[in-house]
């Protein structure tokens, strides 16, 4: 029996693919899945140290709005994730759309990156928004402290945004 099907004889006109099925320019399979993953453990993160809190996840990728709000005893904290695939500096280029917002808003921030050095895109935070933004390297429940004293010393400023 002989095989007439096109897409067998030549794959790149044989196959099309579905729009949901592209990746975002710029990312890589594996990057996503590393996001995915480390979105999914940073709420796991909030729900263990806020177990009252309301958390809100924006689902819609934008550069210009965080992942998470984690509204604590009437206070909101964004919450920004951050995947490197290697344990060099973090800069923050993907930021500033989000930190433009958020100036304009005025409300606080906490970035947190899986690995690396964050002093370049720190400063650029702290440029943007002064004390209402900090940055923390957090990479699973040993740094559960760092992420609960950054949130929590937001939570305490005078300004109240939900």
């Known amino acids: 029996m002989i095989d007439t099907s096109i897409g067998r004889w030549l794959p790149f006109l044989g196959r099309r693919r579905t729009p949901d099925s592209l990746r975002p320019r710029g990312t890589s399979s ?64 993907t930021l500033p759309p989000l930190l433009d917002r958020l100036q304009r808003d005025g409300r606080r921030l906490v970035v947190l990156v899986n690995q690396g050095d964050p002093t ?29 004293q950054a949130v929590e010393s937001l939570l305490r400023q005078t300004t109240r945004h939900a």
């Open 30 to 93: 594996r990057v996503s899945r590393l996001a995915a993953q480390y979105d999914a453990d940073v709420d796991a993160a909030l729900q263990r140290l806020w177990p009252k809190a309301r958390i809100y996840h924006d689902r819609e990728f934008t550069r210009d709005r965080a992942d998470f709000l984690l509204v604590v005893r009437g206070r909101g904290v964004m919450i920004e994730t951050k995947v490197k695939s290697d344990p060099g500096l973090f800069r923050g280029s």
């Open 120 to 148: 370049p895109a720190r400063d650029l935070i702290t440029t943007k928004l002064g004390d209402k933004g900090r940055i923390v390297v957090w990479s699973g429940p040993d740094h559960d402290t760092e992420l609960r």
